[in-house]
């Protein structure tokens, strides 16, 4: 069974860091191109940021280019977001998918409030 | 960026009949390499987003063949025959073209 776990949420202030992780299983991690997708309390669907299987190639929504980062490390079947410079707009629940988003984890919530 | 926008905002369908969504693009999705990059979602309530189709019309893993997809370019379907009470939540479509990847604002359904 595929599964991504997200895990790192929480409630933080404006202008600070936090870091989510996203460890996969039930499918070949290495292999996947992987996206962070976020969605505002009430509101859709939102890219963030995707890494290509070997994180040769690396995008960014722009609004999070120079503050976010997108990572992974295939020996430990996990994808990563760094989030710095937070502020009140990034607060959302945050999904780690596949690249072609055939797969989804369960989200992991973020809050920015001071 | 491409936009996606969806229309109905919401609908609301009586069991066993059918529904449609409609998603248009501001730019074509269809690739050099002959394939169309759009894409549709299910979200339940409460639940994350599960995709239902692929390619504008390949029926994702463990969907129900009631869930169909068609378009041309730029405009596309979504079709959904005999809906069940288990089909409500919200509808987005999306596109997988180019970065960054873009969603329509989504469509909620209903049971009558």
């Known amino acids: 069974e595929v599964q991504l776990v997200e895990s790192g949420g929480g409630l933080v202030q404006p202008g600070r860091s936090l870091k989510l992780s996203c460890l996969a299983s039930?499918?070949?991690?290495?292999?996947?191109?992987m996206n962070w997708i976020r969605q505002a309390p009430g509101k859709g669907l939102e890219w963030v940021a995707s890494?290509?299987?070997?994180?040769?190639?690396?995008y960014y929504a722009d609004t999070v280019k120079g503050r976010f980062t997108i990572s992974r490390d295939n020996a430990k079947n996990t994808l990563y977001l760094q989030m710095t410079s937070l502020r009140s707009e990034d607060t959302a629940l945050y999904y780690c998918?596949?690249?072609?988003?055939?797969?989804w984890g369960q989200g992991v919530m973020v809050t920015v409030s001071s | 960026d491409i936009v996606m926008t969806q229309a109905p905002l919401s609908v609301s369908v009586t069991p066993g009949e059918s529904a449609s969504i409609s998603c248009r693009s501001s730019k074509s999705l269809l690739h050099s390499n002959g394939i169309t990059y759009v894409y549709w979602y299910l979200q339940k309530p409460g639940k994350s987003p599960q995709l239902l189709i692929y390619r504008m019309s390949n029926l994702a893993s463990g969907v129900p063949d009631r869930f169909s997809g068609s378009g041309s370019e730029t405009d596309f379907t979504l079709k959904i025959s005999r809906v069940e009470a288990e089909d409500v939540g919200i509808y987005y479509c999306?596109?997988?073209?180019?970065?960054?990847?873009?969603f329509g604002s989504g469509t909620k359904l209903e049971i009558k």
């Open positions: 890494i290509s299987s070997s994180s040769s190639y690396i």
């Open positions: 998918a596949s690249r072609t988003t055939d797969y």
């Open positions: 039930g499918f070949t991690f290495s292999n996947y191109g």
């Open positions: 999306g596109q997988l073209l180019e970065n960054p990847l873009t």
